[in-house]
């Protein structure tokens, strides 16, 4: 099992930005995509934002132009830039990374947006 160490959460008002990172404690080989899910309390894990090994890129239609990932595949290492958060951008952000036979998940990381 590969640790999946995430920081970068906190308390921000609406309008502001913050960035998550994520990076596993050891090399992940063959890493196929990383991303971010996010959970709201009351709601199911949903799907933010994830990249592929060639960089090709895919968003949740609520976060589309306001949030960007990033990776680093040799030092396993993705990144979520959120700007203009929204107060629905409240939840538990988990880091996320597939490879071909194996998924793994960061333990969470809490993003609260006041209003």
């Known amino acids: 099992q590969v640790q999946l160490v995430e920081s970068g959460g906190g308390l921000v008002q609406a309008g502001g930005s913050l960035r998550l990172s994520c990076a596993a404690a050891r090399m992940i080989f063959t890493i196929k995509t990383m991303g971010w899910y996010r959970q709201a309390p009351g709601k199911q894990r949903a799907l933010v934002a994830t990249i592929t090994r060639d960089g090709s890129t895919n968003y949740a239609d609520s976060v589309n132009g306001r949030f960007t990932i990033s990776r680093d595949i040799a030092k396993n290492t993705v990144w979520l830039q959120m700007n203009s958060l929204k107060s629905d951008g409240t939840a538990v952000y988990y880091c996320?990374?597939?490879?071909?036979?194996?998924?793994?998940w960061g333990q969470g990381t809490q993003v609260t947006v006041s209003s």
């Open positions: 996320n990374v597939e490879t071909w036979s194996h998924v793994y």
